[in-house]
């Protein structure tokens, strides 16, 4: 996608399979462009019923109107709430796909893995589906991804509690062992810890002795650590209640 000269070059974005490339000194005339379009536009379609299907064509290989505009901005800002509330008004009139619009949220995160538009926007996506989530893997992928890029990721985590009501009961050892390598190395994040705690929860009595001593073992290496102090303190309650401050239960709906 090639658009107007800045600077004596072109402005261009480079989209090549799942990534995407913007020549840094290029990000803030897009950004205004498409931020400036957008003002224009809205305050021209307050007369004109339909405007928003009608602005959304792709002409020659550009993306032009709302749904290009709003993409861009969305990429570069993931907390533009506007264009997110655009882009819902696009998928309930079937202007665009929920599959689409889930490449464009994977996309984002992977910039901003800690926006929370961009989460509530993309949980908002999968809501619309009546059959749930089709990839299981590639939703607990993206939180995987997310966390890495971005420790003490509350919504990611949030999400992962959510796709517990789609993982089998009780939990395979691979996820409790996935989670327990990452809080090892990242002790005092307190979502990650919830989380676990959550899948001990669903788990047999066994684990529940295992994650004691493993518990027991981390504190002696990082005994300052609040957030495994709360959770030895669960543990030994026998999970009766869920940490003070961590993210919503595992039976929380997809919703906005």
């Known amino acids: 996608v090639v658009s107007g000269g800045y600077g004596g070059g072109q402005v261009t974005v480079c989209e090549h399979g799942k990534k995407v490339g913007l020549r840094v000194d290029c990000v803030e005339p897009v950004y205004r462009y498409a931020r400036e379009s957008l003002r224009v536009w809205r305050r021209s379609a307050r007369a004109r019923p339909g405007a928003l299907v009608a602005m959304t064509a792709c002409h020659e290989g550009r993306s032009d109107g709302v749904e290009g505009w709003t993409r861009a901005l969305v990429l570069l800002n993931a907390e533009y709430t506007t264009a997110w509330s655009l882009r819902k008004r696009l998928v309930h009139s079937s202007v665009l796909e929920s599959s689409q619009e889930l490449w464009v949220t994977r996309l984002c995160l992977s910039r901003f893995p800690n ?52 993982v089998s009961s009780p939990p395979p050892l691979t996820l409790l062992k996935e989670v327990q390598s990452f809080v090892e190395t990242h002790p005092m994040d307190h979502s990650a810890m919830h989380f676990y705690l959550a899948l001990v929860r669903l788990s047999p009595a066994p684990v529940l002795h295992d994650s004691t001593e493993w518990i027991r073992a981390l504190l002696s290496l990082f005994p300052d650590s609040e957030t495994l102090q709360h959770a030895q303190h669960h543990i030994v309650s026998g999970l009766t209640s869920p940490m003070e401050g961590g993210p919503g239960r595992p039976t929380d709906q997809l919703r906005n």
């Open 115 to 166: 926006s929370v538009d961009a989460w509530a926007h993309h949980r908002w996506i999968l809501a619309q589906d009546s059959n749930g989530i089709k990839s299981l893997e590639s939703e607990m992928q993206l939180t995987r991804r997310s966390c890495q890029l971005r420790p003490a990721n509350y919504y990611a985590w949030t999400h992962r509690l959510v796709l517990l009501q789609h």
